[in-house]
Structures are given as structure tokens and as C-alpha cells.
């Protein structure tokens, strides 16, 4: 079984910054991209970056610049730096895993539990 454990949301005043940790645990041969998404209240979930395992990230337009997604391969981890963090970035943040596989014959995706961001002054 995979799990996904994610940390390090929190509150912080605009124009700060927060920094997002999630690791994947299991029996896990390999991993082919691993994200962030997030989802504020009364709005879709929506992919804010992602990262392959031969390290070519992906950003949405609202945190480019201002997020920087990275990837631990040895460890399963994947991090998110948010710098310059804004009111609009408030949201539940979850971590992804597409393109799990733990044998040869499997090929699932993994979702974290979410952790809070809250911008605000």
C-alpha cells in the first residue's frame, strides 16, 4: 500500500513564504511524476506544479516565479517553495503520485490527505 504524508502548511502574512514536504512510502519501484494541487473553497481543484522524475517541472501561470517545485527520486519526496505567498494562494494543498508502479503490473496514482495554506494578515 502507498501513502502519500504531507507537511508543513501553516499560516503566513502575505508576502511571505512557505515551504511544502511530501514522501511517499511503500514498496514502490519507481514513480513517474509527483505535484501539487490545490483547492480553495467553492473552486475545482487545480494542478499548481508538478515534476517528472528526470526533473522537467510544470507551473501554473498564477505561482510562476513565485513557486519552485523539487524532487527527491532516492527518497520519494517531492517539495514546493512558495515565496511571495498571496491572499489568492489560500487553499487545502495536496500532494499527487501519477505513475506508481510497486510491480511490474501495476501503474496507479496516489493522492495526499491535504495540508492547510492560509494567507492572510
Known amino acids: 500500500q502507498v501513502q502519500l504524508v504531507e507537511s508543513g502548511g501553516g499560516l503566513v502574512q502575505p508576502g511571505g513564504s512557505l515551504r511544502l514536504s511530501c514522501a511517499a512510502s511503500?514498496?514502490?519501484?519507481?514513480?513517474?511524476?509527483m505535484g501539487w494541487h490545490r483547492q480553495a473553497p467553492g473552486k475545482q481543484r487545480e494542478l499548481v506544479a508538478s515534476?517528472?522524475?528526470?526533473?522537467?517541472?510544470k507551473y501554473a501561470d498564477s505561482v510562476l516565479g513565485r513557486f519552485t517545485i523539487s524532487r527527491d527520486n532516492a527518497k520519494n519526496a517531492v517539495y514546493l517553495q512558495m515565496n511571495n505567498l498571496k491572499p489568492e494562494d489560500t487553499a487545502v494543498y495536496y500532494c499527487n503520485a501519477a505513475g506508481v508502479r510497486t510491480s511490474l503490473w501495476d501503474n496507479d496514482d496516489y493522492w495526499g490527505q491535504g495540508t492547510q495554506v492560509t494567507v492572510s494578515s
Open positions: 511503500g514498496s514502490i519501484f519507481s514513480i513517474y511524476a
Open positions: 515534476i517528472t522524475g528526470g526533473g522537467s517541472p
